[in-house]
Each structure stands twice: as structure tokens, then as C-alpha cells.
């Protein structure tokens, strides 16, 4: 009876030690945040329109396209998004000179924040820029340059949480950066199109997640 009495007692604790590691481990008591779609596919609800360029919506595609201006133009998110993970897909025709901002807001057609690289061919798509500021944070070695699909649907993925930065193109890492002054941005998602003229992007499944 002893024996049993002690059986009792040991399982009773397991359950008890089971249950406290749950507690700690497992989900917590508020839902789980979900990935949100920043773009709905039919127009541009959510977003602002900075500057002259074009930004319209095409099959459920979102365009940016050089004006007759051939300026800056920014395409800004309503909402601030601080800590985040945000995976797009961009298509470049003409040179494709773009780019993702984030943490970032835009007076007229000057931004301030930081941009994740757009752009042709061998000049460093997914490294991370700082404009008026610091310039280029993170450039891409040569080696990863291949990775970028010129003309083709690339998948971009940019996870922002405290001060570090991560960036992966086309599933492959492209950039791990810690950086204090990032860490204490605020602002919006924004897509850009660069001047000069001659650039027309495309876009779609916007999802970002908070974190």
C-alpha cells in the first residue's frame, strides 16, 4: 500500500512538472499574430502615394512605374510596423532600380529610414542602404549576386526585430545586421521607385507578420 501511495505521489509530481514546463513553453494566452496582407490585390488601400511616379494596380499586381518626372516616388504604408517579418515578391523589367524601406517616413519625395536594395543585375540586391545618412550598411558579395532573377518573380524576405536586421533573396541569406540606430527607428513599409526614368517594377503577395 506504501508502494502504491508512493507511485501515486511521484506521478502526481511529473504531471505537475509536465504542466509548469508547458506553461512556459507553449503558446501564450493572447492569439498567436498571423501575416497580414499589406497589399489586397485591387488597389491601393493602406498606402500613400508619394511624389509623381505611377503606382496603379494591374491582373492583381502592384506596378510602380517612371513618370514623365523621372523622380523619386514612394509608396508608404498607412500603419508603422517596428518589430516584423515581411516576405514580397518583385518582378523587375526595364532596369528594375527600386527598393524596400522600412522603419522609414517620407517628407515630399525624401525618405528617411532604411531601404533594402532593388535593383539590376550586380548591384546588391537585399543589402541594406541608409539615405541621407550613412549610405551603404551592408554591400553584397560578389558571390551572392547570382541569386537575384532578372526579369523573373524573386521572393525577398527582410525580418526586422530590435536592432538586427536579416535579409534573405530567393531563400538565401543575404545580410545579418546589428545596428543600434535602426533598432531605435520608427516608420512605415515603403516601396520605391528610383529617378532617372526608365524603371517599371511589379509586385504582389505582400505579407508581413509582427513580431
Not at 516584423?84 to 528594375?96: P, S, V, Y
Not at 533594402?116 to 543589402?127: L, M, S, W
Not at 504582389?204 to 513580431?211: A, C, G, R, T
Request: glycine share 12%.
Amino acid at each position: 500500500m506504501l508502494k502504491l501511495r508512493r507511485l501515486i505521489v511521484a506521478g502526481a509530481a511529473v504531471l505537475m512538472l509536465n504542466s509548469a514546463f508547458f506553461a512556459l513553453k507553449g503558446p501564450s494566452a493572447d492569439p498567436l499574430k498571423k501575416p497580414v496582407k499589406l497589399f489586397n490585390g485591387k488597389d491601393l488601400k493602406g498606402w500613400t502615394v508619394h511624389g509623381t511616379e505611377k503606382w496603379y494596380v494591374d491582373g492583381g499586381e502592384l506596378i510602380c512605374e517612371s513618370g514623365p518626372d523621372k523622380q523619386y516616388g514612394y509608396l508608404t504604408t498607412d500603419k508603422f510596423y517596428k518589430n516584423f517579418d515581411l516576405t514580397l515578391k518583385f518582378k523587375q523589367e526595364a532596369n528594375g532600380n527600386s527598393g524596400v524601406f522600412f522603419r522609414s517616413t517620407v517628407t515630399g519625395t525624401k525618405v528617411s529610414g532604411w531601404q533594402v536594395e532593388v535593383a539590376p543585375p550586380n548591384h546588391d540586391t537585399g543589402g541594406i542602404y541608409e539615405s541621407y545618412g550613412r549610405n551603404w550598411l551592408v554591400q553584397i558579395p560578389e558571390e551572392k549576386e547570382g541569386f537575384l532573377k532578372m526579369g523573373e518573380w524573386n521572393t525577398l524576405r527582410i525580418r526586422a526585430q530590435g536592432d538586427r536586421t536579416q535579409t534573405w533573396l530567393n531563400g538565401r541569406e543575404m545580410v545579418d545586421l546589428t545596428d543600434a540606430k535602426i533598432g531605435a527607428g520608427e516608420g512605415s513599409i515603403a516601396l520605391q521607385i528610383h529617378d532617372g526614368g526608365g524603371i517599371k517594377v511589379r509586385w504582389k503577395d505582400i505579407l508581413l507578420e509582427e513580431l
